[in-house]
Protein backbone atom coordinates (compact mmCIF):
# COMPACT_ATOMS: atom_id res chain seq x y z
CA UNK A 1 0.00 0.00 0.00
CA UNK A 2 2.80 2.06 0.68
CA UNK A 3 3.79 1.85 -3.30
CA UNK A 4 1.57 4.47 -5.20
CA UNK A 5 -0.78 2.92 -8.10
CA UNK A 6 -0.61 4.71 -11.07
CA UNK A 7 -3.33 6.03 -12.39
CA UNK A 8 -5.35 4.64 -15.16
CA UNK A 9 -4.71 6.21 -18.32
CA UNK A 10 -8.08 4.37 -19.94
CA UNK A 11 -11.13 2.14 -19.74
CA UNK A 12 -9.29 -1.11 -19.33
CA UNK A 13 -6.64 -0.16 -17.05
CA UNK A 14 -9.25 1.13 -14.98
CA UNK A 15 -11.29 -2.53 -15.17
CA UNK A 16 -7.74 -4.29 -14.15
CA UNK A 17 -7.38 -1.68 -11.30
CA UNK A 18 -10.94 -2.33 -10.23
CA UNK A 19 -10.69 -6.36 -10.52
CA UNK A 20 -7.62 -6.26 -8.18
CA UNK A 21 -8.86 -3.77 -5.55
CA UNK A 22 -11.82 -6.55 -5.60
CA UNK A 23 -9.19 -8.90 -5.21
CA UNK A 24 -7.39 -8.10 -2.34
CA UNK A 25 -10.38 -6.86 -0.66
CA UNK A 26 -11.44 -10.92 -1.19
CA UNK A 27 -8.72 -11.48 0.59
CA UNK A 28 -8.42 -9.03 3.09
CA UNK A 29 -12.35 -10.60 4.05
CA UNK A 30 -11.44 -14.17 3.64
CA UNK A 31 -7.97 -13.37 6.35
CA UNK A 32 -10.64 -11.77 8.85
CA UNK A 33 -13.25 -14.92 8.52
CA UNK A 34 -10.15 -17.35 9.36
CA UNK A 35 -9.37 -14.98 12.11
CA UNK A 36 -13.09 -15.18 13.52
CA UNK A 37 -12.92 -18.39 12.79
CA UNK A 38 -9.79 -19.41 14.84
CA UNK A 39 -11.03 -17.57 17.56
CA UNK A 40 -14.05 -19.40 17.83
CA UNK A 41 -12.60 -22.39 17.71
CA UNK A 42 -10.21 -21.81 20.14
CA UNK A 43 -12.77 -20.36 22.39
CA UNK A 44 -14.79 -23.66 22.34
CA UNK A 45 -11.98 -25.87 22.02
CA UNK A 46 -10.98 -24.76 25.91
CA UNK A 47 -14.19 -24.02 27.11
CA UNK A 48 -14.93 -27.73 26.93
CA UNK A 49 -12.45 -29.35 28.99
CA UNK A 50 -13.00 -26.60 31.44
CA UNK A 51 -16.61 -27.10 31.19
CA UNK A 52 -15.83 -31.01 31.85
CA UNK A 53 -13.41 -30.37 34.61
CA UNK A 54 -15.76 -28.51 36.56
CA UNK A 55 -18.27 -30.89 36.14
CA UNK A 56 -16.60 -33.65 37.40
CA UNK A 57 -15.46 -31.52 40.25
CA UNK A 58 -18.97 -30.40 41.29
CA UNK A 59 -20.18 -34.40 40.99
CA UNK A 60 -16.99 -35.06 43.61
CA UNK A 61 -18.07 -32.56 46.09
CA UNK A 62 -22.08 -32.93 45.93
CA UNK A 63 -21.55 -36.67 46.47
CA UNK A 64 -18.79 -38.34 48.09
CA UNK A 65 -17.60 -41.37 46.68
CA UNK A 66 -15.50 -44.15 47.63
CA UNK A 67 -11.70 -43.86 47.26
CA UNK A 68 -11.43 -45.48 43.91
CA UNK A 69 -13.98 -43.46 42.02
CA UNK A 70 -12.61 -40.82 43.95
CA UNK A 71 -8.77 -40.97 42.44
CA UNK A 72 -10.05 -41.65 38.76
CA UNK A 73 -11.81 -38.72 38.42
CA UNK A 74 -8.77 -36.60 40.03
CA UNK A 75 -6.87 -38.53 37.67
CA UNK A 76 -9.12 -37.64 34.88
CA UNK A 77 -8.73 -33.59 35.34
CA UNK A 78 -5.29 -33.95 35.85
CA UNK A 79 -5.24 -35.34 32.41
CA UNK A 80 -7.48 -32.62 31.10
CA UNK A 81 -5.71 -30.13 32.93
CA UNK A 82 -2.37 -30.99 31.14
CA UNK A 83 -4.47 -31.22 27.68
CA UNK A 84 -5.14 -27.78 28.19
CA UNK A 85 -1.90 -26.70 29.55
CA UNK A 86 0.08 -28.47 26.41
CA UNK A 87 -3.01 -26.66 23.82
CA UNK A 88 -2.39 -22.80 25.47
CA UNK A 89 1.23 -23.31 24.55
CA UNK A 90 1.07 -24.37 20.98
CA UNK A 91 -1.40 -21.95 21.24
CA UNK A 92 1.14 -19.53 21.91
CA UNK A 93 3.52 -20.83 19.45
CA UNK A 94 1.44 -20.27 16.63
CA UNK A 95 0.71 -16.56 17.55
CA UNK A 96 4.51 -16.34 18.36
CA UNK A 97 5.09 -17.31 14.70
CA UNK A 98 2.36 -15.12 12.98
CA UNK A 99 5.07 -12.24 12.16
CA UNK A 100 8.13 -13.68 13.18
CA UNK A 101 9.77 -13.58 9.32
CA UNK A 102 12.62 -11.15 11.00
CA UNK A 103 14.00 -13.27 13.90
CA UNK A 104 14.37 -16.33 12.09
CA UNK A 105 17.75 -17.54 12.24
CA UNK A 106 20.28 -18.63 9.92
CA UNK A 107 21.96 -21.53 11.19
CA UNK A 108 24.11 -24.37 10.19
CA UNK A 109 22.02 -27.16 11.23
CA UNK A 110 23.05 -31.29 10.71
CA UNK A 111 19.83 -33.03 9.99
CA UNK A 112 20.70 -36.01 10.67
CA UNK A 113 21.62 -35.68 13.83
CA UNK A 114 18.43 -33.12 14.79
CA UNK A 115 16.60 -36.14 14.27
CA UNK A 116 18.00 -38.61 16.24
CA UNK A 117 18.15 -35.86 19.03
CA UNK A 118 14.52 -35.49 18.24
CA UNK A 119 13.21 -39.17 18.86
CA UNK A 120 15.98 -39.60 21.65
CA UNK A 121 13.27 -37.38 23.47
CA UNK A 122 10.59 -39.60 22.96
CA UNK A 123 12.03 -42.65 23.53
CA UNK A 124 9.85 -43.46 26.67
CA UNK A 125 6.78 -43.60 24.36
CA UNK A 126 8.41 -45.68 21.84
CA UNK A 127 9.30 -47.80 24.42
CA UNK A 128 6.42 -48.33 25.83
CA UNK A 129 4.57 -49.17 22.77
CA UNK A 130 7.50 -51.06 21.43
CA UNK A 131 7.52 -49.46 18.37
CA UNK A 132 10.59 -50.44 16.07
CA UNK A 133 12.06 -47.34 14.48
CA UNK A 134 14.56 -47.63 11.55
CA UNK A 135 16.36 -44.51 10.17
CA UNK A 136 17.05 -44.64 6.66
CA UNK A 137 19.67 -41.66 5.94
CA UNK A 138 21.61 -42.11 2.82
CA UNK A 139 24.41 -39.57 3.14
CA UNK A 140 25.27 -36.42 6.04
CA UNK A 141 22.58 -33.61 5.08
CA UNK A 142 23.57 -30.25 6.23
CA UNK A 143 22.05 -26.77 5.48
CA UNK A 144 21.23 -23.17 6.33
CA UNK A 145 17.82 -22.80 8.71
CA UNK A 146 16.38 -22.60 11.71
CA UNK A 147 17.90 -25.26 14.13
CA UNK A 148 14.60 -24.80 16.49
CA UNK A 149 11.59 -23.94 14.00
CA UNK A 150 13.25 -27.10 12.35
CA UNK A 151 12.99 -29.30 16.07
CA UNK A 152 9.49 -28.11 15.93
CA UNK A 153 8.61 -29.42 12.70
CA UNK A 154 10.19 -32.87 13.20
CA UNK A 155 9.29 -32.79 16.79
CA UNK A 156 5.49 -33.21 15.98
CA UNK A 157 5.69 -35.05 13.17
CA UNK A 158 7.39 -38.01 15.20
CA UNK A 159 4.82 -37.31 17.86
CA UNK A 160 2.10 -37.89 15.43
CA UNK A 161 4.25 -41.36 13.91
CA UNK A 162 4.22 -42.12 17.78
CA UNK A 163 0.77 -41.78 18.82
CA UNK A 164 -1.26 -42.76 15.62
CA UNK A 165 1.00 -46.27 15.60
CA UNK A 166 -0.46 -49.27 17.38
CA UNK A 167 1.98 -51.21 19.83
CA UNK A 168 4.41 -53.04 17.68
CA UNK A 169 4.19 -50.99 15.07
CA UNK A 170 6.90 -49.41 12.80
CA UNK A 171 8.30 -45.94 12.10
CA UNK A 172 10.71 -45.17 9.39
CA UNK A 173 12.75 -41.70 9.17
CA UNK A 174 14.43 -41.15 5.62
CA UNK A 175 16.64 -38.74 4.40
CA UNK A 176 17.87 -38.19 1.05
CA UNK A 177 18.58 -35.55 -1.91
CA UNK A 178 17.48 -35.07 -5.11
CA UNK A 179 18.65 -32.34 -7.17
CA UNK A 180 16.53 -29.42 -6.09
CA UNK A 181 16.13 -30.42 -2.31
CA UNK A 182 17.04 -32.05 0.62
CA UNK A 183 14.27 -34.27 1.44
CA UNK A 184 12.87 -36.01 5.11
CA UNK A 185 10.09 -38.05 5.33
CA UNK A 186 8.29 -39.59 8.67
CA UNK A 187 6.55 -42.58 7.50
CA UNK A 188 4.45 -45.20 9.94
CA UNK A 189 2.22 -47.87 9.69
CA UNK A 190 -0.31 -46.66 11.79
CA UNK A 191 -3.66 -45.63 11.76
CA UNK A 192 -3.50 -43.67 8.74
CA UNK A 193 -6.35 -41.14 7.23
CA UNK A 194 -8.96 -41.06 5.23
CA UNK A 195 -8.85 -39.34 1.60
CA UNK A 196 -11.51 -36.63 2.95
CA UNK A 197 -9.51 -35.48 5.98
CA UNK A 198 -6.22 -35.99 4.41
CA UNK A 199 -6.84 -32.10 3.00
CA UNK A 200 -7.71 -30.70 6.11
CA UNK A 201 -5.38 -32.36 8.78
CA UNK A 202 -3.26 -28.96 7.99
CA UNK A 203 -6.31 -26.92 9.46
CA UNK A 204 -6.34 -25.62 13.00
CA UNK A 205 -8.11 -27.91 15.63
CA UNK A 206 -9.08 -30.46 12.75
CA UNK A 207 -9.02 -34.18 13.85
CA UNK A 208 -9.99 -37.19 11.69
CA UNK A 209 -12.81 -39.30 12.07
CA UNK A 210 -10.56 -42.50 13.15
CA UNK A 211 -8.63 -40.78 15.25
CA UNK A 212 -11.74 -39.53 17.62
CA UNK A 213 -12.90 -43.16 16.91
CA UNK A 214 -9.26 -44.67 18.25
CA UNK A 215 -9.82 -42.35 21.36
CA UNK A 216 -6.42 -40.92 20.90
CA UNK A 217 -6.34 -37.71 22.85
CA UNK A 218 -4.73 -34.44 21.02
CA UNK A 219 -5.56 -30.51 20.16
CA UNK A 220 -5.84 -30.88 16.45
CA UNK A 221 -2.93 -28.26 16.68
CA UNK A 222 0.38 -29.95 16.17
CA UNK A 223 0.07 -29.91 12.47
CA UNK A 224 -1.59 -26.42 11.35
CA UNK A 225 2.05 -25.32 13.99
CA UNK A 226 4.16 -27.32 11.29
CA UNK A 227 2.37 -25.79 7.93
CA UNK A 228 2.85 -21.98 9.50
CA UNK A 229 6.32 -23.27 10.26
CA UNK A 230 7.06 -24.71 6.83
CA UNK A 231 5.48 -21.54 5.15
CA UNK A 232 7.76 -18.88 6.96
CA UNK A 233 10.96 -21.31 6.50
CA UNK A 234 9.73 -22.11 2.77
CA UNK A 235 9.83 -25.96 3.36
CA UNK A 236 6.95 -27.75 1.39
CA UNK A 237 5.14 -30.41 3.34
CA UNK A 238 3.10 -32.75 1.86
CA UNK A 239 1.28 -36.04 3.46
CA UNK A 240 0.16 -39.39 2.15
CA UNK A 241 -1.91 -41.77 4.00
CA UNK A 242 -4.32 -44.73 3.12
CA UNK A 243 -6.52 -45.89 6.26
CA UNK A 244 -5.06 -49.05 8.19
CA UNK A 245 -1.94 -48.96 6.21
CA UNK A 246 -0.03 -46.09 7.36
CA UNK A 247 1.29 -42.62 6.77
CA UNK A 248 3.94 -40.68 5.13
CA UNK A 249 4.70 -36.90 5.66
CA UNK A 250 7.72 -35.27 3.53
CA UNK A 251 9.15 -32.30 3.95
CA UNK A 252 11.04 -30.76 0.97
CA UNK A 253 14.01 -28.33 2.09
CA UNK A 254 14.39 -26.76 -1.60
CA UNK A 255 18.17 -26.18 -1.93
CA UNK A 256 17.91 -22.54 -3.48
CA UNK A 257 15.38 -21.27 -1.56
CA UNK A 258 16.42 -21.99 2.09
CA UNK A 259 17.12 -18.83 4.13
P1 LIG B 1 -3.50 -33.77 17.14
O1 LIG B 1 -2.54 -34.90 16.90
O2 LIG B 1 -3.26 -33.05 18.41
O3 LIG B 1 -4.93 -34.17 16.95
P2 LIG B 1 -2.39 -32.57 14.70
O4 LIG B 1 -2.67 -31.22 14.13
O5 LIG B 1 -0.99 -32.92 14.97
O6 LIG B 1 -3.28 -32.65 16.01
O7 LIG B 1 -3.01 -33.63 13.70
C1 LIG B 1 -4.29 -33.41 13.15
C2 LIG B 1 -4.95 -34.72 12.82
O8 LIG B 1 -4.26 -35.35 11.73
C3 LIG B 1 -4.90 -35.75 13.95
O9 LIG B 1 -5.97 -35.57 14.85
C4 LIG B 1 -5.04 -37.06 13.19
O10 LIG B 1 -6.41 -37.26 12.86
C5 LIG B 1 -4.31 -36.77 11.88
N1 LIG B 1 -2.91 -37.26 11.91
C6 LIG B 1 -1.79 -36.53 12.05
N2 LIG B 1 -0.69 -37.31 11.96
C7 LIG B 1 -1.12 -38.57 11.75
C8 LIG B 1 -0.48 -39.83 11.54
N3 LIG B 1 0.85 -39.96 11.56
N4 LIG B 1 -1.27 -40.92 11.35
C9 LIG B 1 -2.62 -40.80 11.32
N5 LIG B 1 -3.29 -39.65 11.51
C10 LIG B 1 -2.56 -38.53 11.71
Do not use: W
Request: contains cysteine; glycine residues 4%.
Amino acid sequence: LQTRIPLPANKDELYVLSQNINNLLDRVENAIEREKQFTSDASHELRTPLAVIKGTMEVLIRKPRNQQEYEEKINFCITEVDRLNHMVDQLLLLARFENQKQNIKNESIYLNALVLDNLARFSEKIEAKKLTIKTNFTADYHLQSDNYLISIIVSNLISNAIKYTENNGEITIGLSQNSNAILLSVADNGIGISKIDLDKVFNSFYRSDSTNQAKIKGTGLGLSIVKRLCDLLKIEVSVSSELQVGTVFNLSFPLAKLK
